[in-house]
């Protein structure tokens, strides 16, 4: 077991380790210019980078140097305790300790499906780390008033527009006021992974910004503490 450094910058979630790494379980595969990376003393293979995108690519994306990305092939090897509120992160090969409630994950090529109350309804939703915004089909918005517009990055769709909405959801016994999206026009790899999945929308950092969250996928748990509980 092993703990590092944990920061939320332009919005997402890098662990600090002779660099920093997006951790991204919206990304199958880990990449960096760097041929492999030792996390709580077992080292992982790292590709050069993903369809063309690399950790240059990021880094220029985000305008700060990023040593490289973790996505599935190494976060779901691991268990992790996601301590955003004290900028930690802890990484342990053995399973680590879950007390109380937890929640049964189910995966789509390796991106961990949640169950969740979007809207006063049940639904099931992929928990993408790589994602600043939460996103959701345009039907999820009708009657509601757009508070802003974001400008939002794709490897796939390149740069986008979209505008800002609030959705009331409910994770586990955890409310949240999630910063959403309608899904964008032309995303059908999207909109395909949501059918595979069964799943209705995707949620994006946020639900890790404000607790402390234990992610084991070779258990397919996932638990919410209360905010800031250490």
Known sequence: MSEYPLQLRSGLMFLSHDGLWLLDTGSPVSFS??????LAGRRFSLARDLMG???ENISQLVSF??????GNDVIGELDWRFDLPSEQVTVSTEPLPIEGPSIELSEILGVPVLPAEVGGQAR?????????????PPQFFDGLSA????????????????????????????????????VPEGFGLLQMTFQMAGAEGLVGIQILSSHQVLYSPRRSLLQLGAPGQH
């Not at 210019?33 to 030792?38: N, P, S, V, W």
């Not at 099931?124 to 959701?136: I, N, Q």
């Not at 939002?152 to 999630?178: C, K, M």
């Open 33 to 38: 210019a760097r041929e492999e990376i030792e």
């Open 53 to 55: 995108h690399s950790a």
């Open 65 to 70: 140097e990023v040593a490289g990305l973790l």
């Open 124 to 136: 099931r939703v992929l928990l993408d780390t790589g994602a600043e915004l939460s996103y959701f």
């Open 147 to 182: 508070n802003g517009r974001f400008r939002d990055y794709n490897p796939v769709l390149g740069w986008f527009e979209v505008d800002l909405y609030s959705l009331d959801a409910r994770i586990g016994d955890i409310p949240f006021t999630l910063r959403c999206a309608p």
